[in-house]
């Protein structure tokens, strides 16, 4: 969720039209495709009524108080900061949580009353909600559950050392993206090093490699995963401590971190071992349109992670989207729909506008995330402590939210874990693509020249559209100029 000083700058800067407000992704200062929507009245009436009504309970110390008695507090408020101080309390409090069910809508928590099979990353469960069902519904319900709880989990956490220069020492308001796309990650490396069929186990010592894991994202520059680090590997792509982000620059970010902890280490020391390739159509990544995959680049960020010793490697995919302005266009909810089938599938980095969730399985409509909204103590994990407590990276609590509702600028993980996964990858998506009626979220190309194709095909369709629209409405080229560059 977007922290209260961003908010405040957004409300500074001059009122856009909703013409201006073209689809691309927000990173730093810049709002993403459906930033606009936080200058409507009502969102931004709810949500100041919703914080200012936590400040009152924080500030009041009786309902009974006297007017007189209150504009005193009022006065020494303001010379006390007390702004400042009414933030914390909010943030060290569990008000944190209800001031973002007023950005996300309230949290559904629990099962949907559907009967239908969930795709939790990659897995199918069949499901039901009678108890005298059948024993294989019964327990898939069971299985999705332990499956759930399984995954990593990270939250806002405070108490942390100093992120670089600055005396931010809690991400709580502004680290949601960067805490989605730490579960995604971890979810790769976890499949990676501990395959899909791994659970969390009740009873300790735990598995080494799943504490490494975690040790990997703890919140000092000690960690290679931790916000720290990602935030000083992003600086390119607008990533400052006290800054929300979007999924894109958050991407781009992944990619360059994980590149420069190659170049400080050896083959077997990589703490990500997989070459990471963000699929992108445009070089900025923020114009909106289907990204083209491109077979030939795949096969080179793996000979380059490789260092030109292999040909194949493990490849993380990230592909970050813009599927509309204000919501996403119902044409490609089934094809979101279809990835979470997919065995390669790592979820999606979205959520409602400024507060990003991590997405992990779909049921027809519904998508169930995990939720980096709660504020906890840091933890610092030892890599050898198997006793540790871990139960802070995890969580029961089922939530889900409506697919069409999600903010339309997102990003899709996939890890393909050798040359044969990747090809049944390939397969998947190009079928997903052929089927998509004209809404692929993206398409795949063997080569840099079957790309130049692609791009030369979509220009002259666009071009084809612009002159049927000329033909149509009889204007001549420079009445349409302006609005052409604004499309």
Excluded at 4 to 15: G, I, M
Excluded at 108 to 119: A, C, F, P, Q
Aim: proline residues 5%; contains cysteine; hydrophobic residues 35%.
């Amino acid at each position: 969720m977007k922290g209260f000083h961003e908010r405040n700058d957004y409300l500074k800067r001059p009122s856009k039209t909703s013409i201006d407000s073209s689809p691309t992704s927000g990173t730093g200062s810049e709002p993403g495709p459906s930033d606009s929507k936080f200058s409507k009245t009502s969102l931004w009436s709810n949500f100041f009524a919703s914080a200012f009504s936590v400040f009152d309970t924080i500030s009041e110390s009786s309902t009974s108080s006297s007017s007189t008695l209150a504009c005193e507090k009022k006065a020494s408020f303001s010379k006390t900061n007390g702004w400042t101080a009414a933030v914390k309390r909010v943030v060290s409090s569990g008000s944190m949580r209800r001031i973002h069910e007023r950005v996300m809508g309230p949290s559904k928590i629990g099962m949907s009353s559907s009967t239908s099979d969930i795709w939790l990353l990659g897995l199918s469960y069949k499901i039901s909600q009678e108890s005298s069902a059948d024993v294989d519904a019964t327990n898939g319900l069971v299985a999705f559950k332990h499956d759930f709880s399984s995954r990593i989990l990270m939250t806002y956490r405070k108490g942390f050392d100093a992120i670089g220069d600055t005396k931010i020492t809690s991400d709580a308001g502004w680290g949601c993206m960067l805490r989605s796309s730490q579960m995604l990650i971890a979810q790769a490396l976890l499949f990676h090093r501990l395959g899909r069929s791994w659970r969390k186990p009740s009873q300790k010592p735990f598995d080494q490699a799943y504490i490494e894991i975690l040790h990997q994202f703890g919140d000092s520059e000690a960690s290679a995963f931790s916000i720290h680090n990602l935030i000083k590997a992003g600086k390119t792509y607008g990533l400052a401590a006290g800054s929300w982000v979007g999924p894109y620059a958050v991407c781009r970010s992944w990619e360059s971190l994980v590149r420069s902890k190659r170049e400080e280490n050896d083959l077997e020391r990589l703490v990500l071992p997989m070459a990471v390739y963000v699929v992108s159509g445009d070089e900025d990544g923020e114009r909106g349109g289907a990204p083209v995959f491109c077979v030939e680049d795949a096969s080179r960020h793996c000979f380059e992670f490789s260092r030109h010793q292999d040909d194949w490697t493990p490849i993380l995919l990230l592909v970050p989207l813009v599927l509309g302005l204000d919501k996403v266009n119902p044409r490609y909810i089934p094809s979101l729909q279809a990835t979470f089938t997919f065995p390669q599938c790592l979820g999606i980095l979205g959520g409602k506008p400024g507060a990003s969730t991590y997405i992990v399985g779909i049921q027809e409509e519904t998508a169930f995330y995990l939720d980096p909204h709660d504020v906890q103590p840091v933890v610092n994990l030892s890599p050898d402590n198997l006793e540790a407590d871990t139960s802070s990276y995890h969580c029961d609590t089922i939530r889900h939210i409506p697919l069409d509702s999600i903010d339309p600028s997102l990003a899709i993980g996939f890890l393909c874990r050798d040359k044969d996964d990747f090809d049944d990858f390939c397969s998947r998506a190009s079928k997903l693509a052929e089927e998509s009626n004209g809404a692929p979220l993206f398409t795949v190309a063997q080569s840099r020249g079957s790309l130049k194709r692609i791009h030369q095909g979509n220009t002259m369709a666009d071009a084809g559209e612009v002159e049927a629209d000329k033909s149509i409405d009889g204007e001549d080229e420079n009445s349409n100029e302006d609005d052409w560059q604004i499309l």
